[in-house]
């Protein structure tokens, strides 16, 4: 089992509590709103995000079943979990990629600072700005560098002229740990990229319309392992501008850059709190049976 850092008090006590709260056989029971109380759950001051019983269909097939949890801010919040288990569909329940998917169903509540993300009034194309995502593989448009982050400023309408969007380009490289590789050839293409700089290069292209949640999908699964280790160290430096959710299933990975960690089994939501108590002292069965490598 992977050890970590031993939780703070406050957290113990936090979970103490909430374990005294759930059902004596340790089952995870339904709340009068249709969440389930995962047997370590901690709670989030101020959460960018919240989800309150969000089931999802495709067809007749129901991928997630009843979801509840909060995505706090400057947290980096991982998604584990089996192949199938609907912690990736999930994901995409956050910023409505859902809705390009023919006969996908979403019910339940999702707000972001406090609005319903899924309200009739709702300006997707705003949302997706404020709500980023980085798939699995690299998706690098076939433009040069320099347009492949400037092309969500420009279509938003956040810079009044050449000067800022090529101050904003930069500044998005460097947050994305990438200028000093390509600060001498922005105009190549950046599909001529390496896949590690690839994968950072959409990372710029996200952070470059200021979101306020970035959603990564497995995002290191295509790169190698020196590549994969920079975009761990990038996702932990990123996170003291914004929220962070990613779907790995890599358990080292989401124990060393999250901070939350929320364990998927078969659609539900099973288990979630503090990745230390996640990984050493796991309330529910499943979660340690997956932990340990029984299954998965």
Known sequence: MTTLP???ADERNRVNVLEESLPADGAVAPT?????????????YDPVMTARAVNVWYGDKHAVKHVGLDIGRNQVLAMIGPSGCGKSTFLRCLNRMNDTITGARVDGTITLDREDIYAKDQDVAQLRARVGIVFQKPTPFPHSIYANVAYG????????SRGDLDELVATSLQRAGLWDEV?????QGGTSLSGGQQQRLCIARTIAVNPEVILMDEP???LDPIASARIEDLIDEL??????VIVTHNMQQAARVSQRTAYFHLGSLIEIGPTDLIFTNPQQRLTEDY?????G
């Open 153 to 160: 400023p420009r279509i938003h309408g956040l810079t009044r």
């Open 183 to 187: 600060k001498d050839r922005l105009t």
């Open 32 to 44: 009068p709103s249709g969440d389930r109380i995962s047997a370590v759950r901690d709670s989030v």
């Open 239 to 244: 996170r003291a501008n914004y929220a962070i």
């Open 6 to 8: 031993a939780a703070s």
């Open 291 to 295: 932990i340990t490598g029984r299954f």
């Open 220 to 222: 290191t699964s295509a």
